[in-house]
């Protein structure tokens, strides 16, 4: 049984993700409507508080790009900590003849790629 995403406090991370993407979109938006301004403008000069403003939102997208991608691998890396622990659980319950069967190794192969896979997943949204 997988473990439920927004369990142990992950919500919050959750909540940071989307209002970080809100934020972000609104930064894009208008730094769009700033460089159309500028390339409409042609030879007009632009107050340098204008400028000022548009560099400050292209810093803002860059720290909001970080936050995103940091709180993503912390969300991701503490629901495979979970899961992994859930496997791992389960399987020192398992009978010891289930050992003597398997291929240890491509088990333990295939199962590292599902967890890489599933991380991958979160993160990437």
């Given at each position: 049984?997988?473990?439920?995403?927004?369990?142990?406090?992950?919500?919050?991370?959750?909540?940071?993700?989307?209002?970080?993407?809100?934020?972000?979109?609104?930064?894009?938006?208008?730094?769009?409507?700033?460089?159309?301004?500028?390339?409409?403008g042609g030879s007009e000069q632009l107050p340098i508080v204008s400028w000022g403003i548009g560099i400050a939102a292209i810093l803002?997208?860059?720290?909001?790009?970080?936050?995103?991608?940091?709180?993503?691998?912390?969300?991701?890396?503490?629901?495979?900590?979970?899961?992994?622990?859930?496997?791992?659980?389960?399987?020192?319950?398992?009978?010891?003849?289930?050992?003597?069967?398997?291929?240890?190794?491509?088990?333990?192969?295939?199962?590292?790629?599902?967890?890489?896979?599933?991380?991958?997943?979160?993160?990437?949204?």
């Amino acid at each position: 049984m997988l473990p439920r995403i927004l369990a142990n406090k992950r919500w919050q991370p959750l909540v940071l993700l989307a209002a970080t993407g809100a934020f972000q979109s609104v930064c894009l938006i208008w730094l769009i409507g700033w460089a159309r301004n500028v390339i409409e403008g042609g030879s007009e000069q632009l107050p340098i508080v204008s400028w000022g403003i548009g560099i400050a939102a292209i810093l803002f997208l860059a720290a909001g790009r970080y936050v995103e991608r940091f709180y993503a691998e912390l969300l991701a890396q503490r629901y495979i900590f979970e899961l992994r622990q859930a496997v791992f659980e389960k399987s020192q319950r398992l009978p010891t003849k289930d050992f003597k069967v398997a291929d240890k190794g491509g088990t333990l192969l295939r199962l590292t790629g599902d967890m890489t896979a599933i991380r991958n997943w979160i993160v990437q949204g």
